[in-house]
C-alpha cells in the first residue's frame, strides 16, 4: 500500500503486488475498515478539487479580458500616435511606420535620405502630444481666468500719449535721412525712434526709407504700408517731416562729404548725449546725415519726459495702415468671428473706418461671436538658424541651417567657427531657444484651452513648411491661418510683400480675445502685446511664457506625467500673467504702462 496526501488527509491506495497471481479473486476489493474512511476523503477531495478547478477557471478568464482590454488601449494608442506622425505628409508611401516627431520635419519637408535615418532627438514629442490628446478628448471646463487678465489693477491705467506739453520747434537744423533695417515690427520701432531723435537735434525727419533685405525679401516702402498724409500731419506739431530732401541737398555725395552714419558706428540703444556729440555735428556742417541700418539705435533711459511720450505718441497713433490693408484686415476678423457682426474693443485703432463693415453679419443674425486666440509662432527659418539650437532634425537640419547662416548670417557664421559658442543643449536650458511649434500647443492644452478653441496662427510661413501644422492641428481642429481665411484674390494685392502680410498678422493677432506669444523677444509679438496694454482697457489677456521656465519642464518629456506637467505649465505662466509696469530701459513699445504713455485713472 502506499499513501498519498492530499491536503490534510491521506488516501491509502491499493497497488497490486507483482508476487500475486493477476486472478479474478486477486484483483477483488477487499473489505477493510480502512476502506470507508478513505472513500468520503475521496468525496471531499473531489468537491474541493471541482471548486478549486472553477475558482481557478475564473480567474483565468477575467485574467484575460484584462490583458485583452490592455492590448486594445496599447493599439489605439499606437494608432493615433501614427496618425499624429503621419497625418497630412503627403501622398507619398512610408516604407515603415515609425514614431519620430513631427520636429524632424525640414524646410518644405524634405529631408534628405542621411537625415532620415537620424535617430529621433530631445525634441521628440509624440509621447506628450498623445497625451496631450487624451486630456483634450475629456472636454474639461477651462479654467475661468484663461481669457482674462487681472481687471482692477490693468484697467487703472488709460492711454494718454496723445497729450502734448510743448510748442512745434522753431528751429531747423538740417535733414535726417534714415533707412530702416529688417522686418516690418523692426522698421516701425525705428520710426519712432528716428521721429524722437529728429526733434532732439531739432531737425526735419524725411520719411523713412526701408532697406531691403535679403531675409524678408520685401520691396515695400513707407507709404506702401501706413498713411503717410496722416503720420505727416498727426506730428506736425511735434516735428518738421518732409518727403524728400531739397534738391540742392540731393545731388551731394554723403558719404564723401562724411554724412553717412551706419549702424556699426552707431551703438546699439545710444543715450542721447550720442546724438548731440557726434550726429548733431554733421547735421550742423553739411545740413544732412543719413543713418543707415536704422533700428534700435536709441535708449529708452534715460530720455526726457516728453521725447519719451513722442516716441509712444508715434507708434500708438501716427502709424496706421493703408486702406488696402485695413480693407483686408477687417475681413480677416469678420471671418476671425465668424461672420457674427462683432467689433472688438481694439477694431477701430486697427482698421479705421472699416471696423463698421465687420458688424453686416452673414446668415444667422442670433449668431454669437466665436472668442479666438492668436498664436504666434516665431518659427521661420531665420529665427531658427539664428538661435544656433537644434530641433530634432539631426545632420541633415545642422547642414541645411549652416547653410542659411552662411548666405544671410555671415558674421554669425563665422562667428561660430572661430568661438566656441555655448552647445544646443545648453542654449535650451537657458530658455534661448524659440518655443517649436508642438512646444506651443502643448503649453496651450496644459493651460487649459479646449479642443473647440478658435486659433489664429500668425507667422505660418514655419520652418519646416505647412507639415509642422500637423501636431497643432490634430488637437485643435479649429486652427487657421490667414491663408485658410481668405482667398487667393484677396491675397494676391499682398503677394510677395512680406512686410504687408504680416501687417494683416498683427491686426490678427491685436484683436484677439487672447494672445499668446512663444518668443518674448519677438519684435512683433512686443509690439502686439504693447498695443494690447495701451487700448485693451485690462481686459486684453496675453500670454507670456517664460522660456527659461518651459525648457526645464519640456526636457523631462519622456517621463512627465501629463497631470503634473499640466500643473507645472500653469505655475510657470501664471507667474508672467500680472500688470507690471515698465521696467527700467525696458522698451515702452511694449510696456506702456508708464507716466510718459498711459496715465493712471485713480
Known amino acids: ?146 481669457w482674462q487678465e487681472p481687471l482692477v489693477p490693468a484697467s487703472a491705467w488709460r492711454p494718454c500719449a496723445n497729450q502734448r506739453n510743448w510748442e512745434p520747434n522753431e528751429r531747423n537744423n538740417g535733414y535726417i535721412l534714415v533707412t530702416a533695417n529688417g522686418g516690418i515690427n523692426q522698421q516701425r520701432v525705428a520710426v519712432c525712434n528716428a521721429v524722437v531723435v529728429a526733434r532732439l537735434l531739432n531737425s526735419t525727419l524725411v520719411i523713412p526709407k526701408f532697406m531691403y533685405s535679403s531675409v524678408w525679401r520685401d520691396v515695400s516702402q513707407f507709404s506702401d504700408i501706413y498713411q503717410e498724409e496722416h503720420f505727416i500731419n498727426y506730428l506736425t506739431p511735434d516735428i518738421r517731416i518732409a518727403r524728400e530732401l531739397p534738391k540742392k541737398l540731393q545731388s551731394l555725395d554723403l558719404e564723401a562729404i562724411g554724412s553717412v552714419v551706419s549702424d556699426v558706428d552707431m551703438g546699439k540703444e545710444a543715450k542721447p548725449s550720442f546724438y548731440l556729440k557726434h550726429i548733431l555735428p554733421i547735421i550742423l556742417k553739411n545740413q544732412v546725415v543719413h543713418l543707415v541700418g536704422f533700428g534700435n539705435r536709441l535708449a529708452f533711459d534715460p530720455i526726457p519726459f516728453e521725447l519719451q511720450r513722442l516716441r509712444c505718441r508715434c507708434n500708438f497713433h501716427a502709424l496706421q495702415f493703408v486702406p488696402r490693408i485695413q480693407e483686408t484686415g477687417a475681413l480677416l476678423l469678420k471671418r476671425l468671428r465668424e461672420n457674427a457682426g462683432h467689433v472688438g474693443p481694439l477694431d477701430h485703432y486697427l482698421v479705421g473706418p472699416f471696423a463698421e463693415s465687420i458688424k453686416e453679419k452673414s446668415g444667422n443674425n442670433s449668431k454669437k461671436a466665436s472668442k479666438y486666440l492668436a498664436l504666434h509662432l516665431r518659427f521661420e527659418i531665420d529665427m531658427v538658424a539664428h538661435s544656433l539650437c537644434e530641433f530634432g532634425g539631426g545632420e541633415a537640419e545642422r547642414k541645411e541651417l549652416e547653410a542659411y547662416r552662411e548666405i544671410h548670417f555671415p558674421a554669425l557664421a563665422l562667428l561660430k567657427k572661430t568661438t566656441k559658442l555655448p552647445s544646443p543643449s545648453e542654449l535650451r536650458s537657458e530658455g534661448l531657444c524659440p518655443l517649436t511649434p508642438e512646444e506651443a500647443i502643448l503649453m496651450l492644452a496644459a493651460l487649459g484651452f479646449n479642443r473647440k478653441t478658435h486659433i489664429f496662427v500668425a507667422g505660418s510661413n514655419l520652418y519646416g513648411g505647412h507639415s509642422r501644422l500637423v501636431a497643432l492641428t490634430s488637437l485643435y481642429p479649429k486652427l487657421v491661418t490667414k491663408e485658410n481665411l481668405l482667398s487667393p484674390a484677396e491675397l494676391k494685392p499682398f503677394a510677395n510683400y512680406s512686410s504687408q502680410l504680416a501687417a494683416l498678422d498683427f491686426i490678427g493677432c491685436t484683436a484677439s480675445d487672447a494672445f499668446a506669444m512663444t518668443d518674448s523677444g519677438s519684435q512683433l509679438s512686443s509690439l502686439v502685446s504693447g498695443y494690447r496694454i495701451y487700448y485693451g482697457g485690462g481686459r486684453m489677456p496675453t500670454i507670456r511664457p517664460n522660456k527659461r521656465r518651459l525648457a526645464s519642464i519640456f526636457m523631462k518629456n519622456s517621463t512627465i506625467e501629463w497631470r503634473v506637467f499640466e500643473q507645472r505649465m500653469r505655475k510657470a505662466v501664471r507667474q508672467t500673467k500680472h500688470v507690471q509696469t515698465r521696467p527700467k530701459a525696458r522698451s515702452v513699445y511694449r510696456y506702456p504702462r508708464c507716466k510718459e504713455c498711459m496715465c493712471r485713472t485713480d
Do not use: C
Open 1 to 146: 500500500m502506499v499513501s498519498v496526501s492530499s491536503g490534510l488527509e491521506v488516501i491509502a491506495v491499493a497497488v497490486p503486488d507483482r508476487g500475486r497471481s493477476n486472478s479474478p479473486s486477486s484483483r477483488t476489493p477487499t473489505h477493510s475498515p480502512r476502506l470507508g474512511p478513505s472513500r468520503l476523503s475521496s468525496s471531499r477531495r473531489s468537491h474541493s478539487s471541482s471548486s478549486s478547478f472553477w475558482y481557478r477557471r475564473k480567474r483565468a478568464k477575467v485574467l484575460l479580458a484584462l490583458m485583452a482590454l490592455l492590448a486594445s488601449f496599447f493599439v489605439v494608442n499606437w494608432i493615433m500616435l501614427l496618425r499624429l506622425q503621419h497625418q497630412h505628409d503627403g501622398p507619398h508611401p512610408i516604407p515603415k511606420p515609425t514614431l519620430r516627431s513631427s520636429l524632424s520635419l525640414p524646410l518644405q519637408g524634405k529631408w534628405n535620405k542621411t537625415g532620415h535615418k537620424n535617430k529621433s532627438q530631445k525634441g521628440n514629442y509624440v509621447r506628450m502630444l498623445a497625451l496631450a490628446a487624451h486630456a483634450l478628448a475629456e472636454n474639461k471646463r477651462e479654467p475661468k481666468d484663461l
